[in-house]
């Protein structure tokens, strides 16, 4: 129903920025609200970062909140993860997911997600 597809990652320095970008496509009839996730090597897939439809709402959890600001362009049905001073602890893949129904933390309310996109912060 919707295909994602994240970019912006990369290599940063520590204390650097990096922006993510994820663009949706495909037929769409709902409202998605939308997440961000990260999986380090080894470790579960963890909640990042979440914003309803209209951005009215957004989630963070509390290892980046202060750093990273979630935003939504309904217009180019995309999604962005600003990710500032960041750490080594933040390297990780990072997913974006979409949920028709729910807006949050809860990684199983996510039905659609992208391939993901490398981030890896260097000391």
């Known amino acids: 129903q919707v295909q994602l597809v994240e970019s912006g990652g990369g290599l940063v320095q520590a204390g650097g920025s990096l922006r993510l970008s994820c663009v949706a496509s495909?037929?769409?009839?709902?409202?998605?609200?939308m997440g961000w996730f990260r999986q380090a090597p080894g470790r579960e897939r963890e909640f990042v970062a979440a914003?309803?439809?209209?951005?009215?709402?957004?989630y963070f959890a509390d290892s980046v909140k202060g750093r990273f600001t979630i935003s939504r362009d309904n217009a180019k049905n995309s999604v962005f993860l600003q990710m500032n001073s960041l750490k080594p602890e933040d390297t990780a893949v990072y997913y974006c997911?979409?949920?028709?129904?729910?807006?949050?933390?809860?990684?199983?309310?996510?039905?659609?997600w992208g391939q993901g996109t490398q981030v890896t912060v260097s000391s």
């Open positions: 914003i309803s439809w209209t951005g009215s709402l957004t």
């Open positions: 495909g037929r769409t009839f709902g409202d998605y609200a």
């Open positions: 997911a979409a949920s028709e129904n729910y807006s949050g933390s809860a990684l199983s309310k996510y039905d659609n």
